[in-house]
């Protein structure tokens, strides 16, 4: 059973009998879902990307870096995604 009362800065969130913290919708946190925060993490600091070395193939650091991360964040959804799948079943 949930209580109705909403956390402090998270609108619609509830706690389960258990303490987890569950969204209205009943969903409740899973760690799998962190991986969704690296590709955002990793390239949000462009500072650390932000140079022309090492080049890959004669490509810059910071080109190589950005599309290499595109395969990344693909790799970091498909655990999220699996999760999904298997909770709907």
Do not use: N
């Not at 509830?14 to 946190?29: I, K, N, P, Q």
């Not at 650390?48 to 190589?64: H, M, Q, T, V």
């Not at 790799?75 to 799948?85: D, F, G, L, N, Q």
């Amino acid at each position: 059973m949930t209580e109705d009362k909403p956390e402090a800065g998270r609108p619609g969130a509830r706690s389960d009998a258990a303490g987890r913290a569950t969204m209205a919708s009943g969903r409740t946190f899973h760690p799998v879902y962190l991986l969704l925060a690296l590709p955002f993490v990793a390239l949000l600091w462009v500072p650390f990307y932000d140079r022309a070395e090492p080049s890959l193939w004669g490509i810059p650091f910071f080109y190589w870096y950005q599309m290499a991360w595109t395969l990344l964040g693909a790799a970091c959804t498909w655990p999220v995604y699996r999760h999904e799948e298997r909770r709907r079943k």
